[in-house]
């Protein structure tokens, strides 16, 4: 799939997490409101929370992923982060188990796009995403 599947302003029509200062607790079970959906695809829901100075200074973003199937699945895509004047890009992939949950920074779903830089994160987008049954291996 070629394309830009899903890009949000964030902070503007988004839910804005507001942790404490110096804090970047991605771990903290948020309330199913404080999540924005960014795409359904395959049985795979991707949602983000955006939180404006995740590290008391610069933007962050975490994502969660739900798989809706009853068969374990493998995901992939590049993840697109916009500031006014930059832009970059981070490639995701990973398992997830029948109906199992990931989020945070443990699961490597957690970033902060421009640090050192003065960014404001505009915009996130998600390209190529790919969702695709495990094949287990026979006997197994």
């Known amino acids: 799939m070629l394309g830009v599947l899903s890009v949000l302003v964030l902070g503007a029509s988004g839910t804005v997490a507001q942790p404490t200062e110096g804090s970047r ?15 359904d695809q395959g049985g795979v829901r991707i949602h983000y929370i955006y939180y404006p100075e995740a590290d008391a200074e610069h933007d962050g973003v975490v994502l969660r992923l739900i798989n809706d199937n009853e068969t374990p699945v493998r995901y992939a895509f590049t993840l697109i982060f ?34 050192g830089a003065d960014h404001s994160l505009g915009e996130i987008g998600i390209r190529g995403l790919d969702v695709w049954p495990v094949r287990e291996p026979r006997g197994s």
């Open 82 to 115: 916009r500031a006014p004047a930059a832009e970059t890009t981070t490639t995701v992939r990973g398992r997830l188990e029948p109906g199992a949950l990931k989020t945070g920074d443990e699961a490597g779903l957690f970033w902060v796009p421009f640090r």
């Open 25 to 39: 607790d991605t771990t903290v079970v948020w309330h199913e409101d404080a999540w924005t959906l960014m795409v």
